[in-house]
């Protein structure tokens, strides 16, 4: 095999593991509690995680709207507007509860 195809599937295997962690709540959320707030790593991998997570996250809440309380923001995705799933109270964007008091 080519080291070229190497690469390749190693950056394949790679994207498929981030989206994999990115479409399980269970996954995720042992992912967000490694660095204190998530959304300001500056990891590629954690980048690109939370990236899919927001895109995965949007579809599912696609016909819901939120509710805000605006006295937290969002320590995994940085979402400041406080923007929570009406059932679940978990951040409307990154689906997590892992809220801090402005």
Known sequence: MKRE???YLAIGNKMDNIKQIAESDDLFEN???????????RSIKRKSLLEKRLQFIKKRNKN??????EEYYCSTCGAKDGAEHPT???CFYCDTDNWTHK
């Open 64 to 69: 819901i709207s939120p509710c805000f309380d």
């Open 5 to 7: 195809d190497k690469i």
């Open 88 to 90: 679940t109270a978990y």
């Open 31 to 41: 992912e967000i509690h490694k660095v204190k707030e998530f959304y300001l790593s």
